[in-house]
């Protein structure tokens, strides 16, 4: 079956630094699509992509559609304390969406 | 708007119950899926009922069901638990999934098998 691969695992920063993250798959998406998770909380979207190459923010949030459309990353810029979570990826394709196994991101004020 | 209601948040069964949670989609939302979270498997897709038909279905046994009612409330039914049934469970809506895959999360049912 399709399997994303999300990059890095976790992930600890300080305060004010820059955050990327990836996915990739060996197969092809639709639509790309960022989430984040509170504790005890569920998945929030953060920012949907659906064509390759796209490139879109959300504030403080850029998300890119690879090329290949096996691809995208997240980049966070000037981290705050609230960033802290866990960011999912997740590709869509055919009804189904494929979720990757999230980073964790630690954010030290 | 509402959000996602799923009920209950906690429960706590022992191997070889049943159980049943329930899902409020997004008023107006009629594509409902369900997803299995647990720390070493990540999320994983059990299915997903657009107008009370099951559309797409993940790789989980049978012990696995679901269903969809005419106002777009969906329930899941997991028979004869097993401890590793222990999860997160995620119910999801959107207008319609298979066209765009945004989805909206419930806050999700914390099922512990004991």
């Known amino acids: 079956g399709q399997q994303l691969n999300q990059s890095p695992q976790s992930m600890f920063i300080q305060e004010g630094e820059d955050v990327s993250m990836n996915c990739t798959s060996s197969s092809i998406f639709n639509t790309w699509l960022w989430y984040k998770q509170d504790p005890g909380e569920g998945p929030v979207l953060l920012i949907a992509l659906y064509k390759a190459g796209e490139l879109t923010s959300n504030g403080r949030l850029t998300a890119q559609f690879g090329i290949t459309r096996k691809d995208s990353f997240l980049n966070i810029s000037a981290s705050i304390p609230s960033d802290v979570g866990i960011y999912f990826c997740?590709?869509?394709?055919?009804?189904?969406?494929?979720f990757g196994d999230g980073t964790t991101l630690t954010v030290k004020p | 708007k509402a959000g996602v209601t799923q009920t209950p948040r906690y429960l706590i069964k022992t191997r070889g119950q049943q159980v049943t949670l329930s899902c409020s989609p997004i008023s107006g939302h009629r594509s409902v899926s369900w997803y299995q979270q647990t720390p070493g498997q990540g999320l994983q897709f059990l299915f997903e009922y657009f107008s009370e038909t099951q559309r797409n279905k993940g790789n989980f046994p049978g012990r696995f069901s679901g269903r969809q009612f005419s106002n777009s409330r969906s329930e899941m039914n997991v028979s004869t638990l097993e401890l590793g049934d222990s999860a997160l469970y995620l119910c999801?809506?959107?207008?319609?999934?298979?066209?765009?895959?945004?989805?909206?999360f419930g806050e999700g049912s914390r099922l512990t098998v004991l």
């Open positions: 999801a809506s959107s207008f319609t999934q298979g066209v765009s895959g945004e989805l909206f």
């Open positions: 997740a590709g869509h394709y055919a009804g189904k969406s494929t």
